[in-house]
């Protein structure tokens, strides 16, 4: 009955039911938008969003068309500035999820950029702080370890970073790689369980039993029944 009716969430400051607004006519192409304009908290962070806000709000006649330029121009500022934030995220994700598969240590290092990564923890700006020098600064985290990758070069780091960084680098653990936990059987020397490494414990348990209790014991004995690869205590 009506295509170009449009709903709007309103706000309210006296109930925490919120009202909404059904206007029946169309919004000079404003409802049209495919996807929903939401206001990024960070933006209010950078002085310039207030400027963009300014300058974008009073320019039209009415609430609705400021609204909508008010939109396009902080869309627009947004990339500009921030770039495709979207985008970013998923490749960070994407990064992030790389890395956490990785099971060897020095995989990990060559995956990690030394002044574009935050890799090294309590460094305000995200990025670790380097000394001023005239040489080629190393790109990877990877060309910070020794050959072996189990020990940090100390001479290079005393080089590029300051001494306090070079700490809380010196404290970054490094191991030879990880690896899955397994199960093991402990009864046989090679981990594996067998029913004849499983009747040799048994045999050993009971064994123990009858030697700690000296003593005749009213009960009957235990007994050792092997039955469909199968080791009982009765």
Request: overall charge negative.
């Amino acid at each position: 009955m009506f295509p170009n009716a449009v709903a709007t969430n309103l706000v309210s400051s006296i109930s925490d039911h919120l009202p909404v607004m059904l206007n029946t006519e169309q919004l000079n192409g404003w409802w049209r938008s495919s996807k929903a304009f939401k206001f990024e908290n960070f933006w209010a962070d950078d002085d310039e969003c207030l400027s963009i806000v300014k300058q974008s709000w009073g320019s039209k006649h009415s609430w609705e068309s400021n609204l909508c330029a008010l939109q396009c121009d902080l869309r627009g500022w947004s990339r500009q500035v921030f770039g495709n934030i979207p985008r970013s995220i998923k490749a960070k994700r994407n990064r992030l999820n790389n890395l956490l598969s990785l099971t060897d240590q020095r995989l990990v290092a060559q995956e990690i950029d030394i002044s574009e990564d935050r890799w090294v923890a309590g460094q305000a700006s995200g990025h670790v702080f380097m000394n001023p020098v005239t040489m080629a600064i190393p790109k990877r985290v990877c060309e910070l370890l020794h050959g072996s990758g189990r020990s940090w070069n100390m001479n290079l780091l005393r080089i590029l970073f300051p001494a306090k960084i070079v700490d809380v680098i010196q404290a970054i653990p490094l191991g030879n790689g990880q690896s899955t936990d397994t199960f093991i059987w402990d009864g046989a020397s090679n981990g594996v369980y067998t029913v004849k490494s499983g009747y040799e414990v048994a045999k050993e348990i009971l064994c123990q039993m009858v030697d700690s209790d000296p003593e005749p014991s009213p009960s009957p004995l235990l007994v050792l029944e092997v039955e469909d690869d199968t080791v009982q205590l009765t």
